[in-house]
């Protein structure tokens, strides 16, 4: 039947969309690994009075930080992603799919 | 989409810090071998005049006596100055040799970072083929909410990409410190080197040395100067604070959340 050929193709198309999801959260956990090696002793910036090499040291500190959290949630996100596209295939049907309102059973709040 | 790839900067920034250490390396053994050259000048000039200074009797051998004294004293002053600022040039350099591994981590911010964050974005943006048939409002929040991904996605390979360009800029700025501070001893070569034939007389090796002295003083000073205050130094890093406030800024608090559950 057409209508359940269409639900069938929905449902996979869920699923691969939810699997590139679950690769982006893979690479992004990569990235994130890689980050951890991107810290910097003070004196790579040292060049002149060693006050000065601190504060550079202490402007990066914290964005290698921040870039880190990012890359981490991220990581956490995109596999949040895949999970609910995969809820999203196993609620869908082709009348329930379409007319369904409570969206926070797929995404939360 | 993702900045473009930042590479050709810290290529140049990394040729410019190699080229500061190389120069000021270069004019330190220059500075060096003049000195050795006017020892070696100063040392033949008053060798002859001990030669010769029998022939004005005592009085003379006096005088010449007392006239080497005073070139002697001068010399091992200027070589002591110039010694000492040697050394500190070393220091310096010794001290610029971690400065080459922000090159290298400007190169991963790009390569860890930037390119493969950057290669996300697009594989986020499109959706696998036939989801087209999904519709529906989990579909049309799902589409709303995708962009806001793909935004973050943008924004974290962009803060790979200024990152490096921020690391590059440091060790440019460095490479512009120890080219600045160490400015005078480029003309040191030269003074040391004009002062060899004069000071190479017995006539003219006091004075040219006093000259010289003098000069070689003047240099150092400016040298110790920029050392004690490094107020270009300074600001230019103060300002390039700013710019890793504007990176942090521009990243936000945290990664948008698209699922709460």
Redesign the interface.
Known sequence: MAGNDEVKIVRDALLDEAEKWRKLSLDMAEVKNGISDLALYVTAFFCGPIATAQMAKNAYDPTLALVQKHATEAEQEFLQINEALKRAHDDYDAVEGKNATDLSKIYGN | MPPPDGSGQVNESEAQLKKATQQVGEQKGKVHDELNRLIDAVNGAMSSLSDWSWIGGLGGMYAAHKYAGKVHDLMEKIKKSVEDILKVVQE?LD??V??I??IN?AF??LN??QA??GA?SD??AQ?????N??????QR??AQ?VPI?VK??DG?AG??GE?AT??SD?AA??AA??VS?FKPLFDMAGVIAAAVVDAGTIAGALEALGKCGELVQTAINSIYEG?EN?VN??TA??N??VD??K??GE?GD????????
């Open positions: 310096i001290k610029g971690p400065v591994s922000l981590k991963a911010w860890t970072v493969p964050v996300m594989t986020a959706f696998t083929s036939n989801l048939n999904w519709d529906g409002p989990a929040a799902y909410r991904q973050a996605i974290l803060a790979g990152l921020w690391l440091m700025t460095n410190y120890i501070l050392l490094g130094q300074m890093t103060i390039k604070m890793a406030k990176v942090r990243l945290g990664w948008p959340q698209m699922v709460t559950l």
